[in-house]
């Protein structure tokens, strides 16, 4: 299972006339099977709006995040049955109920990225093992595991880590200007 995120952020809608940011959130054993759900969040936003599709890099583990959830109930027994997805949603996004360990940089530049790569296969990866992916306005590459990228990340001051990321499947903008939320 995955965390999933749809979000629209005020960074990327600046100049979006009524725009609100908007994040929805929740689990899917195949994110792939989500596009429908992001393009009805897309679709429900303002024209113009450009929202995010996100996916947890690493799978997440069923079995922790239910123990975790059941002691949080015996915790908080008050706790609203309404809102128990958004809490389990949450207790799985948590790194501690990650069952993989892969990291994800965020490589901000749009060129300099065969040279990432190559540092990284000069830190023992195999290059089959490097996972380059096209994001918004850059890209995010995935490795299988931890290792010290203390020199990796000094040389590269476009690069940024982030051990348990989420990863940007998809993008798009609301360009259904003719509609008025409330009316068909």
């Given at each position: 299972m995955k965390g999933i995120i749809f979000t629209s952020r005020n960074k990327d809608n600046k100049n979006v006339t009524n725009f609100?940011?908007?994040?929805i959130s929740f689990l899917s054993n195949d994110p792939?099977?989500?596009?429908?759900?992001?393009?009805?969040?897309?679709?429900?936003?303002?024209?113009?709006?450009?929202?995010?599709?996100?996916?947890?890099?690493?799978?997440?583990?069923?079995?922790?995040?239910?123990?975790?959830?059941?002691?949080?109930?015996?915790?908080?027994?008050?706790?609203?049955?309404?809102k128990i997805e958004n809490k389990l949603t949450s207790l799985a996004m948590k790194p501690e109920n990650a069952v993989e360990h892969k990291w994800l940089f965020d490589f901000d530049r749009k060129d300099g990225i065969d040279d990432f790569v190559s540092d990284l296969e000069n830190e023992g990866f195999k290059r089959k093992e490097i996972e380059v992916c096209k994001?918004?306005?850059?890209?995010?590459?995935?490795?299988?595991?931890?290792?010290?990228?203390?020199?990796?990340?000094?040389?590269?001051?476009c690069v940024e880590l982030k051990r348990d990321g989420l990863l940007c499947i998809a993008w798009t903008r609301n360009m259904n200007e003719g509609r008025i939320k409330g009316k068909k």
């Open positions: 609100k940011q908007r994040t792939t099977l989500e596009m429908k759900k992001f393009n009805y969040f897309i679709q429900e936003g303002v024209p113009g709006e450009l929202g995010r599709f996100y996916v947890t890099v690493n799978e997440r583990s069923n079995s922790t995040t239910i123990t975790n959830l059941q002691h949080y109930l015996l915790d908080h027994p008050d706790y609203p049955v309404t994001t918004v306005h850059n890209y995010a590459i995935i490795v299988p595991h931890g290792f010290d990228s203390r020199s990796i990340l000094r040389k590269y001051d």
